[in-house]
């Protein structure tokens, strides 16, 4: 089957709109409202929860069958650790991804990864 132009247009348009939506809905809703502290105070777990999550999948998972690797991306666990301490001490996030890019790059020249 072929796409037209038109469906083409339409797939874009249909994307945006539920792009759109669920950042528009709660930026109406909460924009009118006032936010509980306790909300205010869990929302800053959220960030660090994902972060966290995505790197330990990194280091420790083997994505081609999701086995668990252990120490064997040594250059990675090397990495996380000045990533962690950068983090502690500047408290920027900027500055933390470069790091450790810089960390994985210069470790992956001698360690595996």
């Given at each position: 089957?072929?796409?037209?132009?038109?469906?083409?247009?339409?797939?874009?348009l249909?994307?945006m709109?539920?792009?759109?939506?669920?950042?528009?809905?709660p930026?109406?809703?909460?924009?009118?409202?006032?936010?509980?502290?306790w909300?205010?105070?869990?929302?800053?777990?959220?960030?660090?929860?994902?972060?966290?999550a995505?790197?330990?999948?990194?280091?420790f998972?083997?994505?081609?069958?999701?086995?668990?690797?252990?120490?064997?991306?040594l250059?990675?666990?090397?990495?996380?650790?000045?990533?962690?301490g950068?983090?502690?001490r500047?408290?920027?996030?900027?500055?933390?991804?470069?790091?450790?890019?810089?960390?994985v790059?210069?470790?992956?020249?001698v360690?595996?990864?």
């Amino acid at each position: 089957m072929h796409m037209s132009s038109m469906d083409h247009l339409i797939l874009v348009l249909l994307s945006m709109v539920v792009a759109f939506l669920p950042r528009f809905i709660p930026l109406r809703i909460f924009s009118t409202r006032e936010i509980p502290q306790w909300f205010n105070e869990w929302m800053k777990y959220v960030l660090v929860s994902l972060f966290t999550a995505l790197v330990v999948k990194d280091i420790f998972i083997n994505t081609k069958d999701y086995s668990f690797i252990g120490l064997g991306y040594l250059a990675k666990i090397v990495a996380a650790v000045i990533v962690i301490g950068v983090a502690y001490r500047s408290r920027s996030m900027g500055l933390s991804v470069v790091f450790g890019l810089i960390a994985v790059a210069l470790l992956a020249l001698v360690l595996p990864i």
